[in-house]
């Protein structure tokens, strides 16, 4: 069994892998106030609530884009598995060809998640990865990573458009119906799901002019889930995508 951690912006998502399935996900919060032995003792706390014994655990492997914590989950998993994670973006192998402009800027997210696209998907592909940001990544049929795009996240803009208004109210995202709404809930819930879906089909369709023919499409990350449905253009959810690409890598680099 590998532990896998995705640490983002606003959730560390903790997976359990067995020969390339998650088994098991938890979450607990990104909070830069939190020290080794509290991220260790929600892990432990996790791991307990899902009956997994950290003696099965062989391996670790962390992804993060909070630089400031990963040497704090780096050693909270020493603590609860007595293994020491490989860090995800640290010269490790992997059989992408980065064709960006200075790569140690791009998001180990990104790689990680273009790693397990080329793996389970057909290339060409466009990843979207739906969370605190929306990113957009292109592979090409020789395992090119292009580049994309990066945006502000469903959420983070609704967060901005309440902060920012004196009367609008903060709202939650589920529950989105038609897209004409009958008060202002609805149709902050409407503008920001199906504007963010509009947007989505938008770049699908003008990326499809530059990768040369018909790509897979997949989304994943924590707001995909609400927002994939009311697109047009067909998108594979994945909602483990990232998990699985740091198993690859793992298996990859330590074989």
Do not use: W
């Amino acid at each position: 069994m590998i532990l896998a951690i995705d640490i983002g912006n606003t959730t560390v998502v903790i997976g359990c892998i067995v020969n390339g399935k998650v088994i098991f996900s938890g979450r607990v919060e990104t909070n830069s106030e939190y020290k080794c032995d509290d991220y260790a003792t929600y892990i432990k706390n996790i791991f307990a609530k899902a009956n997994i014994d950290t003696n099965e655990i062989k391996g670790s492997i962390i992804s993060s884009v909070v630089p400031q914590l990963t040497n704090t989950l780096k050693k909270a998993v020493a603590i609860v598995t007595n293994t020491i994670p490989l860090i995800a973006g640290t010269g490790l192998k992997h059989n992408l060809n980065i064709m960006v402009q200075n790569p140690e800027q791009l998001g180990s997210d990104r790689v990680v998640d273009a790693i397990a696209a080329i793996h389970y998907y057909s290339k060409p592909v466009i990843i979207f990865d739906m969370g605190t940001a929306t990113t957009v990544s292109v592979v090409d049929d020789n395992n090119n990573f292009r580049g994309g795009l990066i945006m502000l996240g469903v959420k983070s803009a609704l967060d901005a458009l309440s902060s920012k208004t004196a009367q609008l109210p903060v709202i939650n995202l589920e529950g989105c119906g038609n897209i004409i709404g009958k008060n202002t809930v609805e149709c902050m819930q409407s503008g920001s799901i199906y504007g963010h879906a509009a947007m989505i089909d938008g770049i699908i369709h003008k990326l499809k002019k530059h990768v040369g023919k018909h790509p897979t499409v997949i989304a994943t990350g924590g707001l995909a889930r609400l927002v994939i449905p009311y697109c047009d253009e067909k998108i594979i959810y994945d909602e483990y995508l990232l998990l699985k690409g740091l198993y690859l890598l793992y298996t990859k680099n330590c074989d």
